[in-house]
């Protein structure tokens, strides 16, 4: 059973740096092809991608976000965090941590996210 | 960045109906598409991939179609359990880029 989830403050002020923790089991980080997302939703917005960290530690951040964001796994505990530095309020939303999986068909390479965690909710106000 | 536009962004239909849901995309991801339900206060679950193939365990009533920059989701018959949101995502280039979603209603 594959299984995510999210841990960390629900609550940090403006410029603060935010620290999130995704714990997962069921599958390993040092499968090839295998990836952890993050991905943040706004109360009542769409879906953002932030980050995605690889099983050979390769990393690729949004564009937009790629100078506050910094992703780091850790094998041995089926962990991966996230930072994001410099926290402003339109930052708050339910980030949520993601399993990437992926195959190659006839047109090239596939993937998506197959399991999800619950999502936690972090709240940016002074 | 590739720009995923929905439509409509909400509907409202009725145990039975027939609902499509569709995605474009500002430019061709061939088949490299992907269909997500939202319930409230839940994380997406996985409907569809590679724009057709379903996930298993979904049921047989969600499909998916497309190619290049136009897709389609389609409920053939509206369950209650169903009301949510649907996000599409594309997965050919990096960032994936999702949807701005559709939200189905009673």
């Known amino acids: 059973q594959i299984t995510l989830k999210e841990s960390g403050p629900t609550l940090v002020k403006p410029t603060q740096t935010l620290t999130l923790t995704c714990t997962f089991s069921g599958f390993s980080l ?11 939703q706004p109360p009542g917005k769409a879906l953002e991608w932030l980050a995605l960290i690889f099983w050979d530690d390769e990393k690729r951040y949004s564009p937009s976000l790629e100078s506050r964001l ?3 796994k850790d094998t041995s505990k089926n962990q991966v965090v996230l930072s994001m530095t410099n926290m402003d309020p339109v930052d708050t939303a339910t980030y949520f941590c993601a ?8 047109t090239g390479l596939q993937y998506y996210f197959d399991y999800w965690g619950q999502g936690a909710l972090v709240t940016v106000s002074s | 960045d590739i720009l995923m536009t929905q439509s409509p962004s909400s509907l409202s239909a009725s145990v039975g109906d027939r609902v499509t849901i569709t995605c474009r995309a500002s ?11 939202q319930k409230p206060g839940k994380a997406p679950k996985l409907l569809i991939y590679a724009a057709s193939t379903l996930q298993s365990g979904v049921p047989s009533r969600f499909s998916g179609s497309g190619s290049g920059t136009d897709f389609t989701l389609v409920i053939s018959a509206l369950q209650r359990e169903d009301f949510a949101s649907y996000y599409c995502q594309q997965s050919f280039s990096i960032p994936p880029t999702f949807g701005g979603g559709t939200k189905v209603e009673i």
Not at chain 2, 28 to 37: G, K, M, T
Request: proline share 3%.
């Open chain 1, 30 to 40: 040092t499968t090839p092809g295998v990836g952890v997302g993050w991905i943040r």
């Open chain 2, 27 to 37: 430019q061709s991801i061939i088949n490299s598409l992907n269909w997500y339900q």
């Open chain 1, 70 to 72: 910094t992703l780091t």
């Open chain 1, 99 to 106: 399993r990437r999986e992926g195959f190659y068909d006839s």
